[in-house]
């Protein structure tokens, strides 16, 4: 492994400092350090700052959306664009158009016959923005034998007949479609280190043994430098993390998804969360809508939380819960990026009366309720920047602020994008000598970085003292 010195750097506001890599870890930080035959970085004044942790994305699903039409906005905002879309999209080894992104702002609430009026011509399915949700063509129905399957997330007409729509149905619906082997992520891990991330919690449920053999191989190949957290593994998976991955392939809480859909029972949840609890395991509990929120505190407030319990999304959270979040001693995973990429829809239709609630920030850190962020993508913007800008300004497309109060510093929130994945809102990491090297060198200072945030500002990106 290659030994090098990072020159003439900002930590932690002191300029001047050197820092030399070692063997993986940070071993001197001062100024004018010997190099020796290290490989030397002049970071001319500009910061280093820890790598950046997305606690919450899905790997898979961000690599196949590079592959599909977007069907949202920006791309696509009427039915006439979705349709020019979809006519020249390139369909997948099985013959079917993909689809990510759609919005009801574009062609309304979509079903098949809908889609029929788009593109009749080949089977299509395209994936609600929310990710909850796939829409399925007449041609995509049949092909998948949705008429005699048996789901509780396949919508149908009063007459049984089944409207394209299936919620909730990602790992059963992958059976029914063709075999495809898991998407590349090469190209996910190298966007990943120029926007300075070097780890991430992986949230998909359910995952399949496939599925984490994949990750694992691309974290092996080099396809994939970045360290991942699991919520999707089994509770009874006795995951071992085999391999060349050196220990950044880790097992963390259990993904529980709270279905808007169709909502848990009290007693199955509860269950559920005593279960992973007995086996020492965490929970991170997708959530987000009022209803879920109450369900959820009061399934708490029955079983207690353990250390890592988290709350995934919090979208909308009455003021009079932070207080119980806190004393439960819950952390929260929220993507305020989501206020940039959808601000304007939020400000239509949510109802005023809950609009206050949304996304909040500034409520939880003067509560104490320790907050991550995350982006979501590929249903939230990826980039942790665009998510950190938002979480300062709360800006919608339109440039309307969004609940102004709930702003957050940029300092503030690139420190919830600092703390380590098995501490989603805990101590934001800090360089340290005997810390493992996983650095970001900035193309500025920290003060002009957070005053402007972007991802032009990363120069270099190292993982484990690597540069990736």
């Not at 957290?229 to 529980?256: C, H, M, Q, S, V």
């Not at 380590?420 to 200072?445: C, E, F, H, K, Q």
Request: hydrophobic share 40%.
């Amino acid at each position: 492994m290659n030994h090098t010195v990072i020159r003439n750097t900002e930590v932690d506001g002191v300029s001047g400092l050197d820092i030399r890599i070692e063997h993986g870890a940070i071993t001197a930080i001062g100024p004018h350090l010997e190099a020796g035959t290290a490989s030397i970085l002049d970071a001319d004044g500009s910061a280093t700052i820890p790598g950046l942790t997305d606690h919450h994305l899905h790997l898979h699903a961000l690599a196949a959306a590079d592959r599909s039409v977007d069907c949202g906005p920006p791309a696509v905002r009427t039915p006439a664009d979705m349709a020019s879309s979809l006519v020249s999209a390139v369909a997948d080894s099985g013959g079917w158009v993909r689809g990510v992104r759609y919005s009801e702002t574009v062609a309304g609430d979509l079903d098949r016959k809908g889609l029929d009026r788009l593109h009749a011509i080949r089977p299509v399915r395209i994936q609600h923005r929310s990710g909850a949700l796939w829409i399925m063509n007449s041609l995509g129905v049949e092909a998948s034998a949705l008429d005699g399957a048996v789901h509780p997330g396949i919508e149908r007409d009063l007459d049984g007949t089944p409207t394209g729509r299936i919620w909730r149905a990602d790992t059963w619906l992958r059976d029914r479609l063709p075999k495809d082997d898991p998407p590349d992520l090469s190209s996910i891990g190298r966007a990943l280190a120029a926007m300075g991330i070097t780890s991430v919690t992986d949230a998909s449920p359910d995952l399949a043994a496939g599925s984490v053999a994949a990750i694992r191989d691309a974290m092996e190949s080099g396809a994939l430098p970045q360290r991942v957290r699991l919520l999707g593994l089994p509770l009874d998976d006795a995951f071992e993390p085999n391999g060349a991955t050196d220990g950044r392939l880790t097992r963390g809480p259990y993904k529980i998804v709270m279905e808007d859909s169709a909502p848990a029972r009290p007693d199955a949840l509860i269950d559920v969360i005593r279960y992973a609890h007995s086996l020492n395991r965490p929970v991170a509990v997708h959530c987000a809508s009022l209803e879920s929120l109450v369900l959820l505190l009061f399934a708490f407030e029955t079983v207690g939380c353990i250390d890592g319990d988290r709350v995934e999304h919090a979208s909308l959270v009455p003021r009079e819960c932070i207080a119980q979040i806190r004393e439960l001693g819950l952390r929260v995973v929220s993507q305020p990026g989501f206020i940039a990429d959808r601000g304007d829809d939020y400000l239509r239709d949510v109802e005023p009366r809950d609009l206050p609630g949304l996304y909040r920030c500034s409520s939880f850190v003067d509560e104490g309720v320790p907050l991550a962020l995350s982006s979501d993508a590929p249903y939230g913007p990826l980039d942790p920047w665009t998510v950190i800008s938002a979480a300062a300004d709360r800006r919608a497309r339109s440039g309307t602020t969004v609940v102004p109060r709930e702003c957050i510093s940029a300092a503030r929130a690139l420190d919830a994008y600092s703390s380590p994945s098995d501490d989603p809102g805990g101590s934001p990491a800090r360089i340290a000598v005997g810390a493992t090297a996983d650095l970001v060198v900035l193309n500025g200072p920290v003060s002009e970085v957070v005053a402007q945030p972007s991802t032009t500002t990363v120069r270099a990106t190292y993982i484990a003292g690597n540069r990736v």
